[in-house]
Nanobody, 126 residues
Framework: QVQLVESGGGLVQAGGSLTLSCSAS????????MGWFRQRPGEDRALVAS????????NYQRSVRGRFNISRDNPSRTVHLQMNSLKPEDTAVYYC???????????????????WGRGTQVTVSS
């Protein structure tokens, strides 16, 4: 069983930066596509960024391109989301997710990710 634990959320002013981290235990981390999703109140979870198995391919939601950067380190079983130039509309609960059964990339549909963390709150004040 794969367990994912997010960290790094918090309160930041608009224009500031935060880095989220996700630590994985169990399973074969390097065989998973990893993604960061976010969920605003009243909305469905939406993919923010994803990264392929060896980290040489990434995919971003249009609203965060150029501001967010996803990376992974397979030996330490971690994935990071560097968030810059944060906006109030980035406020959400951010979730780390792993897709273990896919053979293609990008993976944009939440239902394709079998494992999820509990989420970390990011609040951007104006």
């Amino acid at each position: 069983q794969v367990q994912l634990v997010e960290s790094g959320g918090g309160l930041v002013q608009a224009g500031g930066s935060l880095t989220l981290s996700c630590s994985a235990s169990g399973g074969t981390f390097s065989s998973y596509v990893m993604g960061w999703f976010r969920q605003r109140p009243g909305e469905d979870r939406a993919l923010v960024a994803s990264i392929n198995w060896n980290g040489d391919n990434t995919n971003y939601q249009r609203s965060v391109r150029g501001r967010f950067n996803i990376s992974r380190d397979n030996p330490s079983r971690t994935v990071h989301l560097q968030m810059n130039s944060l906006k109030p509309e980035d406020t959400a609960v951010y979730y780390c997710a792993a897709a273990a059964s896919v053979t293609y990339f990008p993976v944009v549909v939440a239902s394709k990710y079998e494992f999820w963390g509990r989420g970390t709150q990011v609040t951007v004040s104006s």
